[in-house]
Nanobody
Framework: QVQLVESGGGLVQAGGSLRLSCAAS????????MGWFRQAPGKGREFVAA????????YYADSVQGRFTISRDDAKNTVYLEMNSLKPEDTAVYYC??????????????????????WGQGTQVTVSS
């Protein structure tokens, strides 16, 4: 069983940047698609970004396209989310997740939460105006 631990969250002013990390233990992340989701106060959890297990395909929510970048370092068993030009509406708890099934050619929908079976505990990101 894999354990995922997010870090790098914090308080930042609008327009600023943060880099989130998601470190895995108990199992390799190599061969698995990875995703980032977020949950704002009073709202449901929503898709942010995802990456194909090869690293060759990336997928983003429209709200973060062009501002956020997902990346992975399988040698370090870690996935990252670089967040730039942050806005107050980006305030949320950010979660990383690993997809079901190793070496899957493609997921049905990288934004579907049921495609992912292991989740971290989340890290808080707060963007002040």
């Amino acid at each position: 069983q894999v354990q995922l631990v997010e870090s790098g969250g914090g308080l930042v002013q609008a327009g600023g940047s943060l880099r989130l990390s998601c470190a895995a233990s108990g199992r390799t992340l190599s061969g698995y698609a990875m995703g980032w989701f977020r949950q704002a106060p009073g709202k449901g959890r929503e898709f942010v970004a995802a990456m194909h297990w090869t690293g060759g395909g990336t997928y983003y929510a429209d709200s973060v396209q062009g501002r956020f970048t997902i990346s992975r370092d399988d040698a370090k068993n870690t996935v990252y989310l670089e967040m730039n030009s942050l806005k107050p509406e980006d305030t949320a708890v950010y979660y990383c997740a690993t997809a079901r099934g190793r070496f899957r050619p493609v997921l049905v929908d990288y934004g579907l939460q049921r495609e992912y079976n292991y989740w971290g505990q989340g890290t808080q990101v707060t963007v002040s105006s």
